[in-house]
């Protein structure tokens, strides 16, 4: 019964607007990509840990060479699609036989903690279906037009993170729901709801942010400076 991250890093990073793809930048001398493989590496209950890249940065996957055999599950890159959504069927298809459950990470999540993982898997494991989220600070507001629509209590309101985790066959069958309607989620979880699939959220930690743009990858090289010197803030 074997366990297997689909690694996402195909996406054009167009919001850092760095000059390579947002995977491939640096956070205190390392990609991002290879930030986010070590630390699913520490994950025990991971079998395997499978890199989605884009087509045009395949030659710049290759190139990681050592950096990326010194990491324990890693297996040859897939070819990722134009959205992220189509990143995540082709990693599934590429998917070996014996593989029972998939967690999907953002390859822009580079400070994940192993032992977060390890709980979202566990979780998963017992319930089907679990994700990593966090409790939102500020009052969220549904807004169209610049008009607020509604006001959901804040107190059920949790931001999505990544690593997200189902029984393949499970995800499987939301991503080609989700093709053959149409219809494009913002994370995996999304896709799953709409199979009237219950999922489970386990808390995570703030340190597990999301490199969008360049403010983030300065928080992120904070973060990491911290836990460095033995302590982390937030
Ligand atoms: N991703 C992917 N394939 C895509 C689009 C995104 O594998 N076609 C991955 C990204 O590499 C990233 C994660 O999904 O690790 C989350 O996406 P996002 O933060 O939006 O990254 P980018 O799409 O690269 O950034 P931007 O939207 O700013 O261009
Ligand atoms: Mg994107």
New binding site residues.
């Given amino acids: 019964m074997s366990v297997a991250a689909l690694v996402?890093?195909?996406?054009?990073?167009?919001?850092?607007g760095a000059s390579v793809?947002?995977?491939f930048v640096l956070l205190a001398g390392k990609p991002?990509l290879v930030h986010s493989l070590e630390a699913l590496a520490e994950s025990v209950s991971l079998d395997w840990l499978v890199p989605?890249v884009?087509r045009a940065d395949l030659g710049r996957f290759t190139s990681l060479g050592d950096s990326m055999n010194a990491i324990q599950g890693v297996t040859k890159p897939v070819v990722?699609?134009?959205?992220?959504q189509?990143?995540v069927r082709a990693g599934l298809a590429a998917l070996p036989e014996d593989v029972e459950w998939v967690a999907v990470h953002?390859?822009?999540?580079p400070l994940v903690r192993p032992e977060d993982v390890e709980r979202v898997i566990a979780a998963a494991r017992s319930q089907g279906a679990a994700i990593l989220a966090t409790p939102v600070r500020d009052t969220i507001k549904r807004v169209r037009d610049g008009q607020i629509q509604e006001t959901p209590p804040r107190a059920e309101c949790y931001a999505a993170q990544t690593p997200q985790v189902f029984r393949v066959e499970l995800l499987r069958k939301a991503v080609e729901k989700a093709a053959a309607d149409g219809y494009r989620g913002t994370d995996d979880a999304e896709l799953v709801e709409r199979l009237g699939i219950s999922v489970t959220v386990v808390e995570g930690h703030g340190s597990n942010l999301?490199?969008?743009d360049r403010e983030d990858l300065e928080i992120a090289e904070r973060l990491l400076a911290q836990r460095a010197a033995g302590g982390e803030l937030r």
């Fill in positions: 996402l890093a195909a996406g054009r990073g167009e919001r850092l793809p947002k995977a991002l989605v884009a990722g699609g134009d959205e992220r189509d990143s953002d390859a822009a999540r999301k490199v969008t």
